[in-house]
């Protein structure tokens, strides 16, 4: 694609890495047929090589974003399926970044939408915060069905009706601390606890220090790390997410440096896609650029981990799975074959239903602030699930778990809770 921008303009190196995107862009098209918004919405401006069409207006012209500009890149799920499919390479994340963080810095959205995103950037990256308001949900669910049809409440209204009924207790697991190798050690690994899944979902990460201590692996939770930041990132609100990098470099370094590591396992894999780019996004900062690429170079999903530890292969379970890759699994790290294996191995059948390149409509607040699109994604993600007849769903992400879970009866589980079963955890709740 041809572009003009100017040499002031160039001169951010910001603008400077859009360009270059922009530029390898051959307006093929092959992205819109796996783009999960325009196969939903039809729309051209809803497609990868659309909004890349909006990006590049709204930079080259310097302008500030309109909200035509706006509503479109607001519907795009950073799922990716776009990188996976384009044949030129175009690095679509780093572009919808960038324009995401312009757009936050120069449009002034309705009153509505600043409170609900103020309102989620506030709550849901911070443990306590969040588990206090699925409780007070708890409380104004009855609520729910009013506050929808009211504008200004819409998004409080959508949140509700996502929030569990029950909240776990809280889990050790999420405490800093040392969880001991039986037996020989044969690794360290550092554990993201990270902010939403331990008080959703807590028998994650239990699962994951149990697998792992068993096979000779010390687990570290450590002190001072936090969200990892990708809920802000994908809101454009980029210091808070370069801050939350930041103190997260800073915890594991001192891990890492004190006792060594093997790897920074992370269970959330929207979350790991974000961990793997801290060099990227930390990369003009000269105190830390060096220090997140480390981190990055260290981050490994679960199942990247425990794919390197040779796991005895399993009797057979007479349990057919339906597998949900989730988009930051196969799209944003790649990881498409590991997960798969690693159940196989461990006795279970494995299906994969049909369209599994295509989103389930989570994607990080997604599903809260565009309800009508996620609902028709989730619509079909389970249709296809539900036609594999699998005894249970096996995925690797807590958003695809809570998204997919509020449409089906099926049990699903993150693969590393069977695992952990497989080799001689306990059944996971719910099977
Ligand atoms: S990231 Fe996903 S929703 Fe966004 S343009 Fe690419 S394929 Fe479409
Ligand atoms: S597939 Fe790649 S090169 Fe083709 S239009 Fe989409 S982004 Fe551009």
Redesign the pocket.
């Known amino acids: 694609m041809q572009t003009n921008f100017t040499p002031a303009q160039l001169a951010d190196p910001h603008v400077a890495e859009s360009e270059a995107i922009l530029r390898?862009?051959?307006?093929?098209?092959?992205?819109?047929a796996t783009c999960p918004t325009y196969v939903t919405l039809g729309d051209e401006l809803d497609s990868?090589?659309g909004r890349?069409y909006l990006i590049k207006d709204m930079l080259e012209n310097g302008r500030a974003a309109d909200k035509e500009t706006v509503t479109h890149i607001d519907r795009c799920l950073s799922c990716l399926a776009?990188t996976t499919?384009?044949?030129?390479g175009?690095d679509?994340m780093h572009l919808v970044d960038h324009a995401r963080v312009h757009i936050e810095n120069t449009y002034r959205r309705p009153f509505k939408d600043r409170l609900a995103r103020s309102v989620l950037a506030a709550v849901l990256p911070y443990p306590a915060r969040f588990r206090l308001s699925l409780k007070a949900a708890g409380l104004a669910r009855p609520f729910a069905g009013m506050m929808k049809r009211m504008p200004l409440l819409k998004t409080f209204g959508v949140m509700l009706d996502l929030a569990p009924s029950a909240v776990p207790q809280p889990s050790t697991s999420a405490m800093p601390g040392v969880h001991t190798a039986q037996g020989k050690r044969v690794g360290r690994v550092a554990l993201l606890s990270g902010c939403a899944q331990p008080v959703l979902k807590p028998e994650i990460n239990e699962a994951t220090i149990r697998l792992l201590t068993r096979f000779g692996v010390e687990v570290v939770v450590s002190a001072g790390e936090g969200c990892c930041g990708a809920l802000v990132h994908h809101m454009g609100r980029e210091n808070q997410a370069l801050e939350a990098a930041r103190r997260n470099v800073d915890a594991w370094l001192k891990v890492a440096d004190e006792g060594g590591l093997d790897a920074i396992v992370i269970t959330a894999s929207g979350c790991g896609t974000t961990i793997k780019d801290y060099g990227h996004m930390l990369r003009l900062d000269p105190e830390y650029a060096e220090k997140a690429a480390r981190v990055s170079a260290l981050a490994k999903d679960i199942t990247e981990y425990l794919s390197t530890l040779d796991l005895p292969e399993q009797d057979a379970r007479g349990m057919t799975l339906a597998y949900h890759s989730a988009c930051s699994m196969q799209h944003g790290q790649k990881i498409t074959v590991a997960p798969k294996q690693l159940l196989k191995r461990a006795g279970f059948v494995v299906r994969d239903p049909a369209e599994g390149h295509l989103c389930c409509g989570s994607a990080g607040t997604y599903n809260i602030l565009q309800p009508e699109i996620s609902a028709k994604l989730k619509a079909r993600k389970v249709k296809n699930i539900e036609a594999t007849k699998p005894d249970a769903i096996a995925t690797g992400n807590i958003g695809c778990i809570t998204q997919i879970a509020s449409g089906t009866a099926i049990p699903i589980l993150h693969t590393v809770e069977l695992l952990d079963w497989a080799y001689g955890g306990a059944k996971p709740k719910g099977l």
């Open positions: 390898k862009c051959v307006h093929c098209g092959f992205c819109t990868p090589r890349i776009c499919t384009c044949p030129s175009v679509y």
